[in-house]
């Protein structure tokens, strides 16, 4: 493995990455025997990027179990020999300044927090976007979005910008709702944005927890789960210390809806669950109203907690002990927004400008934001964690830039991307011959466009346009796709039927020898 994995890197410069998802697919995976198996049977049968990638992956596993070390391809004793030899290795693959990841851009975005990606159209900024994603998430593993594991897709989240994106839709807003009775209602609801962050804003905190209050937790939220599915809604009846009967008519993520037929004034009454929660977890003993005002530092008693009280005291019947847990691990999420630049910043983002800045991450960050007086608790605040990376990509030739609000300017860090940089995504073709063309061609193409006077790099085409070769001929993807793109560019130049003639005697200059191309369109 040492040898064929020290070839690889002299040959390729880099380590090789392959699929292994026979590996972890496999039915035996929890079984490390069985891996250990299945990599010297993937060493015999010469599939070295199979046979790095699971060793990497299993080799603490595979190195304390005696009965593995059996079967390995070096003794016991030349165990501590490998793990030098290897750090070594590892150490000429990933360079110091990628720190551990194997894209340079990722290093950047984990440094700089907020980065957007600019540049001309097809440069693959979203494609790269989900890359450095993927290898930030598997902690530099692998850089392929498809290998993330369907709980790692959870820590990314993907939008696009367009004009009638707003605050509602990122952050908060107020969403119609159906009533019980059928008439309408409007209901406060999280945006994609809030939603994603309170995912990274909770692991963030979990990770800062002892293992005792993590266990504590879990136990509240299992007490609470069996209360509440045990519950026949609108027929199991509570009451209060004074008397006053009432049953739980609906249960949401966030409030308990109940009705009290006995109240002629109010019949009906929402609680929050956060509170009771929060008193559960607390391991405080609740007696009496005055204990809950106490806790929760008001001077007076509200409605709601004499229902508080009972619901309380219900779930605390069902709270077991707690169970010994590992505490959490820190994890990183990543939020894309493709088209940055295609929405009204200012109006999407709101109050949200100070804590998204890379120097108020954190609770230093964090503000009101414009519903706060319709949460539960109004002093809430909102701030974005330090382990939540924002990825932006903008094309520099749309309208919109020049509109792109320079507070949020400066609260990134821009990375331009040039039309001839990734071109190995052109890799994706599986044919060297139409790939080396397609390279020639683009070439050609966008040397012509950058000496057209009015235009410039800005508007030079990306390699990702090629990609479409994989369905379509050289033909086809200038007539239906660069074409019209062109065409668009040049719309009101001086003489641009003879700007595009250069435009596609340039595409044509790169075909290979031998195939005919049509001179027509």
């Known amino acids: ?101 194997l894209n340079p851009y990722s290093t950047m975005l984990v440094e700089s927090k907020n980065i957007i990606f600019r540049g001309a159209p097809g440069t693959g900024k979203t494609y790269l976007a989900k ?86 937790e879990l136990s509240v939220q299992e007490a609470m789960k069996e209360f509440f599915d045990d519950v026949d809604t609108g027929n199991n009846t509570f009451k209060t210390k004074t008397g006053t009967e009432f049953t739980i008519t609906d249960v949401d993520d966030e409030h308990i809806y109940l009705s009290i037929p006995q109240n002629a004034s109010i019949n009906s009454i929402r609680l929050n669950i956060s509170e009771i929660r929060q008193m559960l977890e607390s391991g405080r003993e609740f007696n009496k109203l005055k204990d809950i005002t106490e806790f929760f ?44 630049n295609r929405g009204e910043i200012s109006k999407i983002f709101g109050e949200l400008f100070f804590a998204v800045d890379p120097g108020y991450r954190g609770v230093a960050g964090e503000v009101s934001t414009q519903y706060a007086n319709l949460h539960a608790d109004s002093n809430e605040k909102f701030y974005i964690p330090d382990n939540v990376y924002i990825i932006g990509t903008m094309n520099d030739i749309d309208r919109s830039v ?11 860090r821009f990375v331009e991307l040039r039309a001839d ?35 410039n790099e800005n508007y030079q085409i990306g390699a990702s346009y090629f990609l479409k070769l994989k369905n379509i001929d050289f033909d086809r993807l200038w007539s239906d796709y660069l074409h019209p793109l062109l065409q668009e560019y040049i719309n009101g130049m001086y003489d641009e039927e003879g700007i595009m003639e250069r435009f596609k005697k340039a595409y044509n200059q790169g075909k290979s020898d031998g195939v005919d191309v049509d001179e027509s369109n």
């Open 131 to 216: 890359e450095i994603a993927a290898d930030i998430i598997s902690n530099g593993y692998f850089d392929d979005y498809t290998m993330l594991t369907d709980e790692q897709k959870q820590q990314v989240e993907f939008v696009q910008f367009h004009p009638s994106y707003d605050y509602s839709d990122f952050v908060e807003g107020l969403r119609p709702k159906t009533n019980e009775d059928g008439s309408m209602g409007f209901e406060l609801q999280d945006g994609v944005f809030k939603k994603f962050v309170d995912k990274a804003r909770k692991n963030y905190e979990n990770s800062k927890k002892s293992t005792e209050v993590i266990a504590n």
């Open 1 to 101: 493995i040492r040898r064929q994995r020290q070839m690889c890197i002299r040959d390729r410069g880099y380590t090789c990455q392959g699929d292994f998802s026979e590996v972890i697919n496999n039915p035996l995976f929890g079984d490390a025997v069985s891996i250990g198996k299945t990599v010297i049977g993937a060493l015999e049968n010469g599939d070295i990027d199979e046979v790095y990638l699971a060793y990497t992956v299993f080799k603490n596993t595979v190195t304390q179990i005696p009965t593995l070390i059996k079967i390995l391809p070096f003794a016991e004793d030349d165990i501590k020999e490998n793990a030098q030899e290897e750090a070594a290795v590892v150490e000429k693959v990933k360079p110091a300044q990628f720190n551990g990841y």
């Open 297 to 340: 530092n008001i001077n007076f008693t509200q409605q709601r907690y004499s229902y508080n009280l009972v619901i309380f005291n219900e779930i605390q019947k069902k709270k077991k002990a707690a169970k010994i847990i590992r505490q959490e691990e820190l994890k990183k999420y990543v939020f894309i927004i493709d088209e940055i």
């Open 421 to 455: 940089e990734r071109l190995e995504m052109l890799a994706n073709l599986n044919n060297e011959e139409k790939e080396a063309e397609a390279i020639a061609r683009m070439s050609a193409l966008n040397v012509e466009i950058a000496a057209t006077e009015g235009l």
């Open 402 to 412: 020049d509109s792109f609000d320079f507070a949020m300017r400066r609260r990134f």
